[in-house]
């Protein structure tokens, strides 16, 4: 991507960042679906760490030697963080959420979800084939399933994390009062303005990384 990342508004940069890397048309806008799938890649990256530094760089613009700064590493290491952080992205089976949440769990089948053939049957016989099936279904019918052992389940659950809340439950949007005061004491910590804090504080409130990042 060759424009300035603060060119366009975040999370619109990032997602134009990983269109670009993964060969998609670059839009002018982004729609609540795809912000919801764009979450979600962010929210897969294993390592917290990387996932808040990818973060900053994006919602706040900051440059490699801001971050380099904050952290206590050189800017060459920032760099690499967030070029590795977006590497892993596009190329995580997760990746076509970027065709928006939604649309990308009706059209997938459970083969994306890379689960063993035991898994897979047992959704199969029980005519389960794409996401949203498993949505649907929810937690406990697949819990009621035939020949869901203990170690299947767990796999299937570990598998479909971004489909459920902390309770089993699918994902739901919004933060308490808490949660924001939580959030601006931390931000405020770390120098940011109350502008930049109430444009995060509105990215998690759209988005359901209220628990995540």
Known sequence: MNESISTYPFPLNLYRELCSKTGKTMPDEITEDQIKGLNV?????PNK???IILLE????CRTYDEIAKEYDFTS?????????TLKKLVNSNLSEMLMGYDRYLAIATIESLGLSTRAE?????????????????????IRNLRAIGKDTLDEI???????????GDEVKEGLTSRQKENIRIALKGKGFNSKAIN??????????IKNRV
């Open 49 to 51: 760490r990387y996932r």
């Open 157 to 167: 659950m570990e598998k479909t994390w971004f489909l459920w809340d902390e309770e």
């Open 57 to 60: 760089r994006y919602l706040y």
């Open 199 to 208: 444009e995060f504080i509105e990215f998690v409130e759209n988005n359901d």
């Open 41 to 45: 890649l962010v929210d897969s990256i």
């Open 121 to 141: 049957r047992a959704f199969l016989r029980n005519g389960i084939n794409t996401l949203e099936d498993i949505l649907y279904l929810g937690q406990e019918n």
């Open 76 to 84: 060459s290491r920032a760099g690499q963080i967030v070029q590795t």
